[in-house]
């Protein structure tokens, strides 16, 4: 069974950094298509980030400059850093493994909040 | 690129149906197969429900269909049961530099 389970989200300041993390049971992460997607308090998804299986990485143009998608084959797992961070970043952040153009398996989603 | 279109809210009695509606534009819904739909119960991990417009993936009952005509696709749930309330997202492929687009979403409940 597939299994992701997201973590570091928290409380951060306007201008400050943070880092997600997912970790990835049940398949790698190196060979698959690997997403994050946000969800802001009372607002629809909203898809951030991809990283293929051979490393080429895909941001938003919200998040262009200011987050980088990575991951760790090593510890099955992919991360967000988020640098920068703006009161309109707070959001819900679910990882996502892609297949062909769905998103196939999702993780439960670790809160962001971005406040002074 | 914009969020699709969804209507906020739909309802209907349990074994009855309901039609979500997802428009978007010829850039994405009418220019790609991509849409897929999610089943979202606040607090857990989304669902995948439909794929390539119309596909279920094992496992999804049959109660739950998709189609799509030019720019706007739309999410049947047909036998309405009460554990379908939930909030209920299309996506589709944009390419360009905002890969996915996803949809405003719609809150389904169950009189």
């Known amino acids: 069974e597939f299994q992701l389970a997201e973590s570091g989200g928290g409380l951060v300041q306007p201008g400050g950094s943070l880092r997600l993390s997912c970790a990835a049971s049940?398949?790698?992460?190196?060979?698959?298509?690997m997403n994050w997607v946000r969800q802001a308090p009372g607002k629809g998804l909203e898809w951030v980030a991809l990283?293929?299986?051979?490393?080429?990485?895909f941001l938003a143009d919200s998040v262009q400059g200011r987050f980088t998608i990575s991951r760790d084959d090593s510890k099955n797992t992919l991360h967000l850093q988020m640098n920068s961070l703006r009161a309109d970043d707070t959001a819900v952040y679910y990882c996502?493994?892609?297949?062909?153009?769905?998103?196939?398996?999702w993780g439960p989603g670790t809160l962001v909040t971005v406040s002074s | 690129q914009s969020a699709l279109t969804q209507p906020p809210s739909a309802s209907g009695s349990p074994e009855q149906s309901v039609t979500i509606s997802c428009t978007g534009t010829?850039?994405?819904?009418?220019?790609?197969?991509?849409v897929s739909w999610y089943q979202h119960h606040p607090g857990k991990a989304p669902k995948l429900l439909i794929y390539?417009?119309?596909k279920r993936p094992s496992g999804v009952p049959d109660r739950f269909s998709g189609s799509k005509s030019g720019n706007t696709a739309s999410l049947t749930v047909s036998g309405l049961q009460p554990g379908d309330e939930a909030d209920y997202y299309c996506?589709?492929?944009?390419?360009?530099?905002?890969?996915?687009?996803f949809g405003t979403g719609t809150k389904v409940t169950v009189l």
């Open positions: 049940g398949f790698s992460v190196t060979y698959n298509f």
């Open positions: 996506s589709s492929y944009a390419g360009g530099n905002n890969l996915y687009v």
């Open positions: 990283i293929k299986n051979e490393g080429t990485t």
């Open positions: 010829s850039s994405d819904v009418g220019g790609y197969d991509y």
């Open positions: 996502a493994k892609e297949y062909f153009y769905r998103f196939d398996c």
């Open positions: 390539d417009v119309a």
